[in-house]
């Protein structure tokens, strides 16, 4: 009986992924039954019962896991050649049952409609669009810096701690929520990573555990980098599973916090994106605009860059693809290149808007 069940819940891995496909050409649906009917109650729930947690429970869960994995690995090694079949039946269960709990719990968000639709914002720009909306944000990361910096050379030093930093960023989704209702955020849950160590080597900033919904920062990243980073998160823990649409979000959540330091993280983050672009585009331009923007800036930039050089290493480019292999999976066209998307959506929304 119960190896019969095995293999129905190792074959069902196929039913489920055909119905996944499915639904992947019809986002209209999966927007209006899942990622704003289902996803919100799911999501919430988990939210509510693990965010009071001092700890991250996933990040625990995942530790747990992959040491009862390579437990499992190690006692059943001889099974490969022995009992082959029951080895496999066992192996495809397992990750049957990951890959339901995976698209139920979060990850069909991913086929739901471009962010870009809801808002009525065009899907491209010019480059004329884009030079002047960083010529905006230059000007009013330039005025934010100096406010907080008083001088133009000088980086800015945030006068808080990193969990302090964590506890304003729902302030923002307040904010923002009285523009967009449906980045409404009740049931905080965001938390220092407990594998912030690996993550740093890995070269992630953060990520969302799908099957807790807790947000998950690294906590060795530079103090600059948590408002936009936590933020992006939190995008991501309401439903926007898109890379760009997170950072879209997350920008838009720490410059509409009223604490200045969160938009100067805010505004810098939006503009460091646009800069590339057009260093990209057109470098002698990207040369140009560069000189305007406050050395104090750079030097933050600066900082952020120093940090993640200072942790390279071997297996980070193995990490990077394969994180890259899982977005283009999930609907993510050009993998960990979407970030940079953002682009688009900031260019769109921001070119008729006084900062």
Not at 54 to 59: C, E
Not at 296 to 315: A, M, T
Request: charged share 20%.
């Amino acid at each position: 009986m119960l190896k019969n069940k095995k293999i129905l819940i190792a074959f069902s891995i196929l039913p489920a992924f055909l119905i996944v496909k499915l639904l992947a050409n019809f986002p209209d649906f999966v927007d209006n039954y899942y990622s704003k009917g289902l996803y919100p109650l799911t999501s919430k729930l988990f939210r509510y019962t693990l965010g009071w947690l001092p700890f991250s429970f996933g990040d625990f869960i995942y530790s747990f896991a992959i040491i009862y994995i390579l437990r499992w690995l190690i006692i059943n090694r001889k099974r490969i050649i022995n009992d082959f079949k029951n080895w496999l039946i066992d192996v495809f269960s397992a990750l049957s049952i990951v890959y339901i709990a995976f698209h139920l719990f979060w990850a069909m968000n991913y086929y739901r409609l471009p962010l870009h639709k809801n808002l009525n914002l065009k899907a491209d720009y010019t480059t004329e669009e884009l030079i002047t909306v960083t010529k905006n944000l230059i000007e009013k990361s330039n005025a934010i810096h100096l406010k907080i910096a008083k001088n133009d050379t000088i980086k800015v030093v945030f006068s808080y701690s990193k969990s302090d930093v964590m506890s304003k960023v729902p302030e923002g989704y307040l904010a923002l929520q009285k523009t967009f209702p449906q980045l409404e955020y009740k049931g905080k849950s965001i938390k220092k990573s407990l594998l912030s160590f690996p993550l740093t080597y890995m070269g992630f900033s953060g990520y969302l555990n799908p099957l807790s919904n807790e947000a998950q920062i690294n906590s060795m990243i530079p103090v600059f980098k948590i408002p936009t980073t936590a933020s992006h998160e939190v995008a991501h823990q309401l439903g926007y599973a898109a890379e760009n649409e997170a950072n879209f979000i997350g920008f838009l959540a720490a410059t509409n916090n009223e604490d200045i330091y969160f938009k100067y993280s805010g505004y810098t983050f939006g503009l460091r994106h646009c800069l590339h672009e057009i260093y990209k585009r057109n470098p002698e331009q990207y040369k140009v605009l560069l000189q305007t923007v406050n050395a104090g800036i750079l030097k933050n930039y600066q900082e952020v860059r120093v940090f993640w050089d200072s942790h390279e290493n071997p297996i980070e480019p193995l990490f990077k693809t394969t994180y890259n292999t899982f977005l283009e999976a999930n609907n993510q066209k050009g993998g960990m290149k979407s970030y940079s998307y953002v682009v688009a959506l900031l260019v769109n929304y921001l070119q008729d808007k006084t900062l």
